[in-house]
């Protein structure tokens, strides 16, 4: 069953792997990329994100029915990923950083709907 | 001499103007002496002013908060009680010193429906104005004053909703007598609407003033953040002032020609800086701050003594950000807890929820570039190879801050 | 004044039997100053009869305990001799000072078929009477008095099959003369025949009185035990008694009509209940426990000082639970070997062999509530914010141990 | 092959999977436990309790044979299992209490035979 909906169906296998609930759980998935993840990502949110946020935009932010989540949730992971793309060049860590898993984040298990 | 002297009053605008302050290097001891660090927690800890709490945390009677002090060997209730009233008491049971509440995490919130608070030990439960109220077969305790019985109080006191305790048995000062000068340069900007509150923490190996220093200069930004912030290569730290044990300043930053911002952030950043909520509202900040009302100020740059930084950008600064705060909690000489968190206006949208996603996870980013020198700084420091440290005009704060440690600690 | 001391009388019965300790709280320094730690190492630890072994544990000649004592700084070797003598030794050779048995454990048990111990270092052999029996190449040492170069003795004796040491160079006391009027009260129940021992044990970071005052009263049981035992709703904790540095008293619970055990704990303990051997054997109590062969005796509850505590059910309490014992093992100020044990009487069929299983582990799921609150007692007394704890009628017993800890220690 | 016996042989997923030697092996099992697999074991269990047990009482507690050791490890299981359901809300810790983990059974790592 589709996780997005129908216009946005060329996202359909990221959202399988990025549209997860929790910051905590989207920040895993971005340690564990590799310079191709981020790349696919960003190659096909970029030109469509305008509308990914325009469709969203018909639902309230702390409201978003079931259906719409996946793509909430992958718009959210997007937002984190794309400096890594932008700005350190593909790579899964901030260039000379410390260590992101020690960072806790205090909301970061809370589920995004 | 004279020569002399106007060279450094040329090179260190900042610094001559506080001759008090002196423009030589500082001791390193303070930074990695135990003993000293035991001296902290009495001269320092158990003296100051501490924020523990932003007042909409306690919106409704009966919300509480609970943050740990391990520099005090204790924890503490912030709470709310039902006339409205905020007070602060040790997390301990006055019957056999239990904590009320379990503390595992550093700080939480709580709610309270009954408006009592009841020891999981035996049962003996409170008000939240701290009278002891029901005792478990009181008939089998003789001369018993519950009067007497009440939770430990501590000092409070509440300064543009921004809730301190005073761990003193009596504060040399009251809450606005402390913050000195800072207490009406940071006064009316609507704090209180910045409800959206995005909080990262870690424990550094490292001494609290390693860290506290590292954030009180911008020397560093554009060294530390040239990946995350390559905008910042060039930026102004300046109206850099004192107020006793505090100073402030503010960073401005003026536009790189032919530097644009990445297509993510222009389209994100964007947004917020157009939304009527969440765009520049360089007109609510106080009058002392940003004087000159500089398109490319950036935020004010504080140090609240001993442990707090409010770094207020309305907006201007990282896209849709009204404020961000720093704590630097001791643990031990050589660990620290810091907890950095990024204050926003709610979103209204989808969209703007999306876009302060991406503004708080550069900033998260930026705060990973700095953690990065810590730990390394205090391993080189705790050699002892080096005495003393120099500081740049611009490192006045460190100065400052590192003078009036002295004065606490009395050496 | 009269009227207030009748209001005392009847506020606190047990507590004015006992006038020289007092009605007044409690200072709360003893279990936090690490200063008073060292001294109770010396002052405590090295002055009084501790609990070490039980005899059926060293039941042939050979068998020996290994017995890990960190508050001595040292490790002891509980032995039975070839003519079936028990013997206590610090575990050290008297050559070089090895550990003549590695000692990882806190304790362990351990046979010696030839009726002797070897050092792992250099081979010297000592019998387990503690002469020393053999030096490799004796030759090659001169002026050696091999009589003099025994095991190190330590003070050893046995009361009702609990055999107890005393590190003291000369005990002021016999053990029984030690026990008071403890060696009675608990004397002639078979212990002996409680062979299986399910030891708990954990390092939890409290003081030692922190843990033991928790186990010493029945005040808490109602709140912390409320998830595995609801029966414990009401109980009745009577007969306290202080006999010199000890105290005991007994733990009742009438029946709370309409509350029936859940129905495993039914079956199971149901079958011990009804089995000869592990039924509730109230004619086996000795004379004063239990004085009114009341059927809803729970169990006795007594502190043996200074650590060791040793609670006598005689099956009517716990299903099947013959006793059980606590000790409090000192590592730091802070830091506190605990061992819980459940002693059974050996099952004679499978089921009875489950039905063990299901009362053990309702009873250490119990201890894991007990030991939830330690950790945050400790912390909290350690903020040294409250100076003095209260105490009512039924938490006589910590007020007799704190009293005669203040006189063990001569302050 | 069979673990059980065939009279219960309703019970054999069960055994599969908390049918352990030791107590540890049997804690872990417990602590590792979600709130369904409380109520499946004490549902099968509490029917049969007393056959099962009477089938194990032909054989002395310390000579159980090899082919009644997986019937014998279940019903140890179980008689730590069941306050859980009976006590614990089929919640896989003790309400309000010390971490389990850090409470060491002098005994727990002896196999039960």
């Given at each position: 069953?589709?996780?997005?909906?129908?216009?946005?169906?060329?996202?359909?296998?990221?959202?399988?792997?990025?549209?997860?609930?929790?910051?905590?759980?989207?920040?895993?998935?971005?340690?564990?990329?590799?310079?191709?993840?981020?790349?696919?990502?960003?190659?096909?949110?970029?030109?469509?994100?305008?509308?990914?946020?325009?469709?969203?935009?018909?639902?309230?932010?702390?409201?978003?029915?079931?259906?719409?989540?996946?793509?909430?949730?992958?718009?959210?992971?997007?937002?984190?990923?794309?400096?890594?793309?932008?700005?350190?060049?593909?790579?899964?860590?901030?260039?000379?950083?410390?260590?992101?898993?020690?960072?806790?984040?205090?909301?970061?298990?809370?589920?995004?709907? | 001499?004279?020569?002399?002297?106007?060279?450094?009053?040329?090179?260190?605008?900042?610094?001559?103007?506080?001759?008090?302050?002196?423009?030589?290097?500082?001791?390193?001891?303070?930074?990695?002496?135990?003993?000293?660090?035991?001296?902290?927690?009495e001269r320092i800890f158990k003296q100051s002013w501490l924020?523990?709490?932003?007042?909409?945390?306690?919106?409704?009677?009966?919300?509480?908060?609970?943050?740990?002090?391990?520099?005090a060997?204790?924890?503490?209730?912030?709470?709310?009680?039902?006339?409205?009233?905020?007070?602060?008491?040790?997390?301990?049971?006055?019957?056999?010193?239990?904590?009320?509440?379990?503390?595992?995490?550093?700080?939480?919130?709580?709610?309270?429906?009954?408006?009592?608070?009841?020891?999981?030990?035996?049962?003996?439960?409170?008000?939240?104005?701290?009278?002891?109220?029901?005792?478990?077969?009181?008939?089998?305790?003789?001369?018993?004053?519950?009067?007497?019985?009440?939770?430990?109080r501590i000092h409070c006191?509440?300064?543009?909703?921004?809730?301190f305790i005073n761990l003193a048995e009596q504060p040399r000062q009251s809450l606005?007598?402390y913050?000195?000068?800072?207490?009406?340069?940071?006064?009316?900007?609507?704090?209180?609407?910045?409800?959206?509150?995005?909080?990262?923490?870690?424990?550094?190996?490292?001494?609290?003033?390693?860290?506290?220093?590292?954030?009180?200069?911008?020397?560093?930004?554009?060294?530390?953040?040239?990946?995350?912030?390559?905008?910042?290569?060039?930026?102004?730290?300046?109206?850099?002032?004192?107020?006793?044990?505090?100073?402030?300043?503010?960073?401005?930053?003026?536009?790189?020609?032919?530097?644009?911002?990445?297509?993510?952030?222009?389209?994100?950043?964007?947004?917020?800086?157009?939304?009527?909520?969440?765009?520049?509202?360089?007109?609510?900040?106080?009058?002392?701050?940003?004087?000159?009302?500089?398109?490319?100020?950036?935020?004010?740059?504080?140090?609240?003594?001993?442990?707090?930084?409010?770094?207020?950008?309305?907006?201007?600064?990282?896209?849709?950000?009204?404020?961000?705060?720093?704590?630097?909690?001791?643990?031990?000489?050589?660990?620290?807890?810091?907890?950095?968190?990024?204050?926003?206006?709610?979103?209204?949208?989808?969209?703007?929820?999306?876009?302060?996603?991406?503004?708080?996870?550069?900033?998260?980013?930026?705060?990973?570039?700095?953690?990065?020198?810590?730990?390394?700084?205090?391993?080189?420091?705790?050699?002892?190879?080096?005495?003393?440290?120099?500081?740049?005009?611009?490192?006045?704060?460190?100065?400052?801050?590192?003078?009036?440690?002295?004065?606490y600690?009395?050496?």
């Amino acid at each position: 069953m589709a996780l997005l909906p129908e216009q946005f169906s060329q996202l359909e296998s990221l959202a399988e792997t990025w549209a997860l609930p929790t910051e905590l759980q989207r920040s895993e998935r971005r340690w564990a990329a590799g310079p191709d993840d981020f790349r696919r990502f960003y190659d096909a949110m970029l030109p469509v994100l305008d509308q990914v946020l325009d469709y969203l935009d018909r639902y309230e932010p702390d409201n978003v029915p079931e259906p719409a989540l996946p793509l909430y949730r992958l718009a959210l992971a997007f937002a984190e990923a794309a400096p890594h793309n932008e700005l350190y060049d593909c790579s899964n860590t901030v260039p000379n950083s410390f260590d992101a898993h020690r960072f806790v984040a205090a909301h970061g298990e809370i589920r995004d709907r | 001499m004279a020569a002399a002297a106007d060279q450094i009053k040329q090179a260190m605008p900042f610094t001559t103007r506080y001759p008090e302050l002196g423009t030589g290097p500082l001791d390193v001891r303070p930074l990695i002496d135990p003993e000293l660090f035991e001296l902290e927690r009495e001269r320092i800890f158990k003296q100051s002013w501490l924020y523990v709490a932003r007042a909409e945390e306690l919106a409704e009677p009966g919300d509480y908060k609970l943050r740990r002090l391990d520099v005090a060997n204790t924890s503490v209730i912030i709470v709310r009680d039902r006339n409205g009233e905020v007070h602060a008491f040790h997390n301990i049971c006055t019957h056999r010193g239990n904590k009320l509440i379990p503390d595992q995490e550093a700080q939480s919130l709580g709610h309270t429906a009954t408006h009592t608070l009841t020891c999981r030990f035996h049962a003996w439960t409170f008000n939240t104005d701290g009278a002891l109220r029901g005792i478990a077969r009181q008939e089998s305790f003789a001369d018993l004053d519950k009067s007497c019985l009440g939770l430990k109080r501590i000092h409070c006191a509440e300064w543009e909703g921004f809730i301190f305790i005073n761990l003193a048995e009596q504060p040399r000062q009251s809450l606005v007598e402390y913050l000195d000068g800072m207490a009406d340069h940071f006064a009316g900007y609507p704090y209180h609407e910045a409800t959206v509150r995005l909080r990262y923490s870690t424990v550094l190996n490292c001494n609290w003033k390693v860290a506290l220093y590292a954030f009180s200069e911008a020397y560093h930004v554009p060294t530390i953040h040239k990946g995350t912030f390559p905008s910042l290569a060039r930026l102004e730290h300046t109206e850099i002032k004192c107020f006793g044990p505090h100073s402030t300043s503010g960073i401005y930053v003026p536009p790189v020609p032919g530097l644009e911002p990445t297509p993510v952030t222009a389209n994100l950043g964007g947004r917020l800086r157009t939304s009527d909520r969440h765009r520049p509202h360089l007109e609510l900040l106080p009058e002392n701050i940003n004087p000159d009302n500089r398109q490319d100020f950036q935020f004010e740059f504080p140090v609240f003594f001993p442990n707090f930084l409010l770094h207020l950008g309305a907006g201007n600064g990282y896209p849709g950000m009204a404020y961000f705060t720093h704590q630097f909690w001791p643990v031990a000489v050589d660990k620290t807890l810091w907890e950095g968190t990024n204050h926003f206006r709610p979103p209204e949208t989808v969209s703007e929820r999306v876009a302060i996603a991406h503004t708080n996870a550069l900033h998260r980013n930026a705060w990973l570039e700095d953690t990065s020198t810590m730990e390394d700084t205090y391993q080189a420091l705790a050699s002892g190879v080096l005495e003393e440290m120099v500081l740049m005009d611009e490192e006045l704060m460190i100065r400052n801050t590192h003078k009036h440690w002295h004065d606490y600690m009395g050496i």
